[in-house]
């Protein structure tokens, strides 16, 4: 029995009898070929990159496992459609924290039609992607049992300013934002979840070195996903931080350059992660130093 996906946080959303992804019981996510040659440019993506040898294991398994196409009833009412069968990278969380990070200072391929570029350039323009090298696309995080999950609106997370960015980004390993309430965050799980040997941090900088050298794929509008279980760190356990690359439907050839927009991104996220870990409450120390309390 298919069903739209419980933890998807951006994207293009089935229900209401809009297309869109539908995961199963056993762990999987089905992704509709999207119009245009988006949907057979991600296929040709998922089998280039899956059958790539020279991919080591390291970084594959910053990807959804790839289990080829299958036609299913798609979501919109429009009969049998043919459709990616991805790993679905929620399976056995059961309270994740997630959040969609759209990745480029641009969202453009050079090849892409003017008219296309010119759409994305005025988006790219009004959110943080261009100051920043990346914007937000969709957030979670969950509160408590009480409040459950704190959604915004996407629009309001894709068009925020970039220093609103980091406070967001604070806000996602913290432990009281499930008021809703525009507390200062706490930062109380920065540690568990962006620092430690195996945390976010260490594996955006595990993809980083990939890519200062690879040149086969650049990877334009493709979404960094950050997740972890907030249940396991209140619990003072491992909360399974990890970071997955997804939405392939923009990539293309590298030629031989490596992907320095993508890059850039990478290295302005790895920047900001790592302010909030050396000082995550350095906003709450400047408003006590100007409201003079120390
Ligand atoms: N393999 C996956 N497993 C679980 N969830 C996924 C997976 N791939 C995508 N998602 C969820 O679906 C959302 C949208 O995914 P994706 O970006 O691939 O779709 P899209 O419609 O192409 O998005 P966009 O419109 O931004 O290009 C993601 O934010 C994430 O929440
Ligand atoms: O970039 P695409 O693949 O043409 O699809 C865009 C895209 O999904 C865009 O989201 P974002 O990249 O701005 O996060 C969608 O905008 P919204 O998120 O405001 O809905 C567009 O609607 C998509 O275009 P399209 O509707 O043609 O698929």
């Not at 762990?27 to 070929?33: A, D, Q, T, V």
């Not at 759409?119 to 100051?131: N, Q, V």
């Not at 309430?181 to 595990?206: H, K």
Request: hydrophobic share 35%; proline share 5%; charged share 20%.
């Amino acid at each position: 029995m298919l069903k739209i996906p419980p933890h998807q946080v951006a994207g293009h959303q089935a229900g209401n009898g809009k297309l869109g992804p539908l995961v199963d019981e056993s762990g999987r996510f089905y992704k509709p070929l999207q119009g245009d040659e988006r949907g057979s440019n991600e296929l040709k993506f998922y089998t280039s990159f899956s059958s790539d040898s020279r991919i080591p294991e390291h970084i594959s398994k910053f990807f959804p496992t790839f289990y080829g196409t299958q036609l299913i009833e798609a979501s919109d009412g429009s009969g049998l459609k043919p459709h990616l069968v991805l790993e679905d990278l929620s399976i056995g969380r059961v309270n994740p924290s997630i959040v969609d990070i759209k990745m480029g200072s641009r969202t453009w391929a050079p090849e892409a039609s003017e008219e296309y570029i010119q759409k994305c350039l005025k988006k790219d323009r009004e959110t943080s992607s261009l100051p920043l090298g990346f914007r937000l696309s969709g957030i979670q995080i969950y509160g408590n049992k009480e409040s459950g999950y704190w959604k915004p609106e996407r629009t309001s997370m894709q068009n925020l300013p970039a220093e609103e960015v980091k406070l967001i980004l604070k806000k996602f390993v913290s432990s009281n934002t499930s008021t809703g309430m525009d507390l200062q965050p706490d930062c109380a799980f920065t540690a568990t979840v962006y620092g430690g040997s195996t945390g976010i941090l260490s594996q955006l900088l595990e993809m980083k070195a990939w890519f200062e050298d690879q040149t086969t794929y650049h990877f334009y509008s493709c979404s960094i996903l950050i997740m972890f279980e907030k249940g396991l760190a209140l619990e003072g356990q491992n909360p399974g931080g990890q970071i997955k690359l997804i939405d392939f439907a923009h990539v293309t050839e590298g030629r031989g350059v490596i992907d320095h927009n993508f890059l850039g991104g990478l290295c302005s996220l790895i920047k900001l992660i790592s302010e909030i870990l050396t000082a995550p409450n350095e906003h709450k120390s400047l408003v006590s130093s100007v409201n003079g309390v120390n």
